[in-house]
Structures are given as structure tokens and as C-alpha cells.
């Protein structure tokens, strides 16, 4: 099967172990996108959000795997996720799909899906992590351009390079409201 990993963020410039079969192109489909998820170390990483996402052209490439499971659990451990569920895929030849990802945005799927039978994928597959910026515990509150620059400048300085790492390494086809704040805010030097 011809499996497409779609990618926005890391995985376009960091694949680590992910197993391809040619290199991450800017030729996805078009995902509504934000920097709206804020990880482990305290950056702001970008998700497929629905609500407050700028549509942004996606990169793409061809999975080494054939096998659908086996494509999803080496996202999965490139992602480190203790389960698959955080992998969002759409089988166009099985006429299956995530329930999660259907569940978190699935106005995005079917963009995916419809993108997926219109290039000859059987498959395609993605990070499908949801905006967590509104937790208590990340951003605290509802998640705006304005909550975000607020978040990241009580970064403490390491924090906030990392952070700033990461909006500088997006591609620049990723183009939103906070990624172009940033870089007012903290202009590349």
C-alpha cells in the first residue's frame, strides 16, 4: 500500500527514525494549522486546530513501510507516544478512519481523505495531537495570539529559545497570526 505521512512542524526538518521512502515535499493538502499545543518542554508546537488554524500548504512523503500498522507505529515511536492514538490515518482503500482524529478535527480528515484518493494514496497519516494550550496546567486559559505571546515571554531564557527554535524552524509555508507575532516580538537576529 502507498502510504503518505503528512507533516507541518518537526517531523518536516527532524525525522529522526521515521522510515521514508523519498524526502518530506511542501505538496499535502491544505490543513488549518496553530502553534496552539504546548509540549513536554514548554514550546508551542503546531496541531491541526480547527477553530483558530490558518489554512497552510502541508508537506508530504512516502512511508517505507507498506503495511499500514507498521507505517503508524514508527510515526508513533518517532512521535514518542506510548500508544497510537495521538496517529491520525485514513485508509481510502479500507474506507477507514481515526475515530480520534475524526473526533479532535474532522473537517481535516475528510480534506485528507479527499486528498489522499485524489494523489493514488491508499493511506495517509499524521500527528493528530489536539490544542492542550487551554489546560491548567499549560497556557492556563483560552488560547489567542495575545494568551501565547503572554505564555512565551514567562518563558525562563532556555525555555523560550527552544520555543523560538521551533517557530523559526517551521516551514515557511506554515504562516499564522502568532507565528508572524513572533517574529515581530522576537525578530530573527
Known sequence: MHIAILAWGSLVWDRRDLMLSAPFKPNG??????????????RLTLVIDEERGTPCATYVASSAHLDLDQAIDNLRRRENMPGADGIGFVDTLAHTRSDVAWERHPRAVLSIEFWAL????????????????????????????????????????????????????????????????????????
Open 29 to 42: 493538502p491544505s490543513l488549518p494549522v496553530e502553534f496552539s499545543r504546548v509540549s513536554r518542554d514548554r
Open 118 to 189: 485524489r494523489y493514488g494514496y491508499g493511506a495517509a497519516i499524521w500527528t493528530a495531537l489536539a490544542s492542550n494550550f487551554d489546560e491548567p496546567d499549560m497556557g492556563g486559559g483560552p488560547f489567542s495570539v495575545e494568551a501565547a505571546l503572554d505564555y512565551l515571554g514567562a518563558l525562563d531564557a532556555g525555555q523560550l529559545d527552544r520555543a523560538l527554535q521551533y517557530f523559526r524552524n517551521a516551514p515557511p509555508e506554515i504562516r499564522s497570526p502568532l507565528r508572524e507575532a513572533v517574529d515581530r516580538r522576537w525578530p530573527r537576529e
